[in-house]
Every structure is written in C-alpha cells, then in structure tokens.
C-alpha cells in the first residue's frame, strides 16, 4: 500500500517554517536599537539622519514688511557648529533623528547659565525618557492647561525630573494626543519582523551549506540517547560550508528524505521586495535611495527627489525649527520677528547649469539683484550689483502699441513720426 502524504504550503513569515530552519520566532527583537541590524530600517534612518542633519540651522529675523533675512544672535554659534563641547552640529542631528526614527520622540536638555542664556543642548536616550502627565483628565487622554507635563529620566541610580522649558521635545513620527509621539517601530512591527526573519531565513540557509533538511527514516526503534547523538553526528557530517556538496554516508537501513523547500517556492524574494517597500514607504523613503532602480527613469528620480523634501523632511523640519523657536528664544525675541529656520538650499541647489539659469532668470526678470545671486555662489559683491535690472523694451501695459502710433497724446503727431514725415516729403519732392 503506498505511502500517503500530505503537502504543506509554508509562507516565509510562518512560524512552522522559520522552526523548521531553526529560527525561534520569539527570539527576534525589533524594538529600539535591535532594529537597526534590519538592512532596510538601518538604511531608511541612515538616510533621514544625514538629510537632516547637512542642511544648516539658523537664527533669521523677518521685519514690519515681511521680508526675511539671517540675524545676529548669541545661539548662531551654539546651532551651526557646536551645540556642546562634545559633538558637532551635525552629530548632534543625527543623534536627535535616529533617536526620533526608532522611538517616535527625540529629547535634548537644554543648559542654561546664570544669566539664563542657552549654552548647550544635550541629546537624551529616549528610551530612558518617560512623559509624565499628572491631572485629573489624564487617564480620560483630555490634556488641558490646568495639566502638568513633565519628563521623567531614567540616570541609572536615580530618577531625574525635569520640566517642558528645560527640554526639547521632537516628534517626527504620528501622535495621537500632540504630547507622545508613536514609534514607527512598535506600529510596523509584524511587518519588521518578516523582514528579521527573512535575514535569519538567508543565513541559516547559507550557514548551512545550501543544503535543504530533511527527514532520515530507518527501521527499528532508538531512545532518546541515540537519537541525539545520530542527529548531531549526521549533522556535523552534512551541515556547514565545509561539507557542501560533499557525499554523506548513511548506516545500512537508513534513509535521507529531504525536505523539497526552496526559496521560489517559498515566495522568499517577492515577500522580501515588498517588506522593504513597506519599511520605506512608512520612512518616506524612496526606493532609488535605497538602490532599487527597477523601475527609476532620470525624470522620475529627479522629481521622487523634491517629494522626499517636501513629503518627508519638511515636516520634520517644521516640527524642529517650531520647538526651537518657541523654546530656545526669548519673549521680546519672538515679538521682534526672530525665528529658527534649516537652509534647504543644501537640498534643492540642482546641478551648476540649472542654478545659473536661475539666477539668469531672476536677474533679467527685476527680482533678484546680481549681486544677490552671487552671494547664493558665496561670491563677493560687485559695485553696482545691488541694483535691479530689466529688459528696458518693457513698457507698462496700458502703453502697449504706442510706439506705433501716428498720434500724440493731444491729438497732433509726435515729433519724431513728424521728422519722418518730412523727411519723406523731401525725398519724393
């Protein structure tokens, strides 16, 4: 009678399956920090830190008639090289981005002197922060201005307290109150571990040998001792890159069945592709950031590279220079028109050519003075560059046609269309 078998279909992300290649499924850790040896989320943060973290902050100062412009202020050191003796502006960024990418909040403590001025910013681990909110409504999610914020730090050997106006507090990610912000992390958390498990999936299958399990049937009973040591036996014998492709030798009775599983059936590189378009869509990466070039053109790139700006930096760029702004300043300040804003010029600068037909249009439009455009180029003003400039065949528009009118303004001809006449007349008489 012949043998009856049954046949499983197994997916990648199946707990059977990632079993049956040694792989514990409660074991993979995607919270915080761990998630960072995830390829995809490691690239997506490396990205979004360092677009961050190159474009440079600073003080500007908008007057009476609205016209903006960069300000002298005591906090344009502190922000544009060295926000503490330790780290440079950059680091420090890139710290406070990471830091909101994994947790969905990002924490600085702000250092005063006796005078009150700001004189450092230091980053904090955000997951040794907790925001307490203590009032009567808290537990109901309702937070009003008879509520009591604060940040509870978590040093080690004791627990420090510091309120809002001593710290700032970044939230890139969703929040569902305007005091928490979620963690991408903890929201995107089956799909991160699909993406665990396929990389655990690949090593495995490389540490392996290539080589697929199977199931060894033989004739005869063993207890548990033998078992085990048949099975460590064999698998020294036949596991590993040493013994790939090498020939296994099997005790009369015995049998090898292997287990015919491989990665096409398993739908491995089609789960994969789509884990991590669904890690970088939740960063608001593009995928010809990450490499993926499948189906990048030169005119889609560049535009997928101004909806990374405007889709997905600009609103961490508006929560940081907002938090800033409005902690970091003081009153009379804020009432004089200062404000904290990230150049994105870094970003939206284009190739030479295209910056100089910029410029050419602004110049040759009457908007932009030359010597403008050549301070955009870091270059040194030129005398008389700070006048505008225009086409002087424009004429307002209500003066349209007049140059070709045989009529002044008073009913008689112009004297030039006079001498033209006349000059006529004496040529024919």
Known sequence: MPEKRETVELNVDDRRLLEMFGIDPDSINVKGKAALKIDTVYACVRIRSESVAKLPLKVHQEDEN?????????????????????????????????????YGNAYASIEYDRRGRVVGLWPMDAARVKIIVDNDTAASGIVTNQSSVAYEVNLGAEQRKLMPHDVLHFKSGLTLDGIVGLSPLDLLKGTLENAASANKFVNNFYKQGLQAKGIIQYVGELDEKAKRNFRDKFESMSSGLNNSHRVALMPVGYQFVPIALNMHDAQFLENNQLTIRQIAAAYGIKMHQLNDLTRATHTNVAEQQKEFYTDTLQPILTCYEQEMTWKLLLDDELDAGYYLRFNVDAILRGDLKSRYEAYRIGVQGGFLAPNEARAKEELPPKEGGDQLLVNGSMVPIIDAGKAYSTKGGDGTGTGEEDDLDKGDKSTTG
């Open 66 to 102: 609205g016209i903006q412009k960069p300000a002298k202020h005591q906090l344009h050191q502190l922000l544009r090289l060295r926000p503490n003796p330790y780290m440079s502006a950059f680091d420090f960024w890139k710290c406070i981005e990471a830091q909101s990418c994994l």
